[in-house]
C-alpha cells in the first residue's frame, strides 16, 4: 500500500497530516512572489515542511485510508504501522526515501530527519490552474515622453448650438402618454391581486381533499416477516486475522534466532511467509478478534516490547 499518495490527497485540504509513529507534513500558504531581477510571478502557494517530533495518532490518515480502500480502521492503522516500519529500517540504512509529490526524507550525520520538498506540484486549491509566468519589462519613460508630446500638440475648440424651441403640442402628448401609463399601471396590479387570492382559494382546497384522504387510509400487512436464520461457524473454522508482531528481518537466522528467544520467554511465537520485500516476519501470536489482540499487546508493550503493534491479515 502506497501511503504517500493518500498523504498527498489529505495536503490539498489539511495543513497538517500525521503518520503514527512517524512524524507530520506541515504546509503553510505562501502569498503571490515578484522577482524583480527575472520579472516572473509566482501565484499563492502552500509550502511544504516536516517535523518529526509530532507523531501521535489523530485518525485522519487510517481514516481517509479505510474509506478510500474500503476497509477497517484498524485495518488501515496496522498498513500505516508496518509501512512506517520499512521506513524507519531504509533510514536507518542511510537510504533516501522519495514520496512521490511531496519530497525526500533522508537521516543527517545527527541521525535527525532532513526534509527537502518537491516544489513542482501546488496543493493550495484556489490556485489551481494558476502558473509561474515572467512579464516583459515595461519601460514607461518612453510612454510618458510621447504622452507629453499629444497633449502640447492638442487643441480643444468649444462648439456652440442654438437651443432650439420645444413644440407646444409635444408636450401635452406626453402628459397624455404618461396618464395612460399610470392607470395600465394601476389596473394590472389590482388583476395580479385578483389573480392572487383565486389561486390561494384553489390551493387551500386542494390540502383539505388531501388531508381527508391521509385520515382515511388504512394500511394492512398481507403476510408476516419471513424469520431470520442466523448461522454460527464453529470453534474449528475461526480465522486468527490479528498477529502481534515482534520484528521483521532481513536475514532468516535472525528470525529464527528471535523465534527461540520469545518461545522460551513463554510466547507462543511463530513465524509467516516473507512479505513482498523479502524481509522474514516473527509474531508474539495470533488472535481471532482485534479486541483480544489489542489487550495482549498492551501488556506485550509493558512487559517485553514497547514497539509491538498488530498486523491485521486482509479477510
Request: net charge neutral; aromatic share 10%.
Amino acid at each position: 500500500m502506497k501511503i504517500e499518495l493518500y498523504i498527498a490527497q489529505l495536503l490539498y485540504r489539511y495543513q497538517c497530516v500525521t503518520v503514527p509513529g512517524f512524524g507530520a507534513f506541515l504546509t503553510e500558504i505562501q502569498s503571490a512572489r515578484l522577482n524583480e531581477s527575472l520579472n516572473s510571478f509566482s501565484p499563492p502557494t502552500k509550502r511544504l515542511a516536516f517535523n518529526s517530533n509530532l507523531k501521535n495518532n489523530d485518525g485522519l490518515l487510517a481514516n481517509h485510508i479505510a474509506l478510500a480502500e474500503k476497509t477497517s480502521y484498524e485495518y488501515a492503522l496496522s498498513a500505516i504501522q508496518f509501512e512506517v516500519f520499512n521506513w524507519k529500517k531504509a533510514l536507518d540504512e542511510n537510504e533516501v526515501l522519495s514520496f512521490k509529490n511531496i519530497g525526500e526524507l533522508s537521516l543527517n550525520a545527527d541521525k535527525n530527519i532532513v526534509f527537502t520538498p518537491y516544489n513542482h506540484v501546488n496543493y493550495l486549491t484556489s490556485s489551481f490552474g494558476l502558473a509561474p509566468f515572467v512579464s516583459p519589462l515595461v519601460k514607461r519613460e518612453i510612454f510618458e515622453k510621447e504622452i507629453a508630446a499629444i497633449e502640447e500638440e492638442a487643441i480643444i475648440t468649444m462648439i456652440t448650438e442654438p437651443v432650439k424651441t420645444v413644440n407646444p403640442y409635444l408636450k401635452y402628448a406626453a402628459i397624455l402618454i404618461l396618464t395612460i401609463g399610470i392607470t395600465g399601471s394601476v389596473g394590472y396590479t389590482l388583476y395580479q391581486n385578483q389573480i392572487a387570492s383565486e389561486t390561494t382559494l384553489v390551493e387551500t382546497a386542494v390540502q383539505k381533499q388531501v388531508q381527508n384522504k391521509i385520515q382515511q387510509a388504512t394500511f394492512f400487512i398481507e403476510s408476516p416477516v419471513p424469520a431470520v436464520t442466523l448461522s454460527i461457524k464453529s470453534d474449528t473454522e475461526v480465522k486468527m486475522s490479528y498477529h502481534i508482531m515482534a520484528g521483521v528481518y532481513r536475514e532468516e537466522k535472525n528470525a529464527n534466532k528471535t523465534l527461540r528467544n520469545l518461545n522460551r520467554l513463554g510466547y507462543n511465537a511463530k513465524r509467516i511467509a516473507p512479505n513482498k520485500n523479502g524481509y522474514y516476519p516473527v509474531l508474539y501470536g495470533s488472535y481471532a478478534t482485534f479486541a483480544e489482540a489489542e489487550m495482549a499487546r498492551k501488556e506485550i508493550n509493558i512487559k517485553h516490547n514497547p514497539d509491538a503493534w498488530i498486523l491485521i491479515e486482509s479477510l
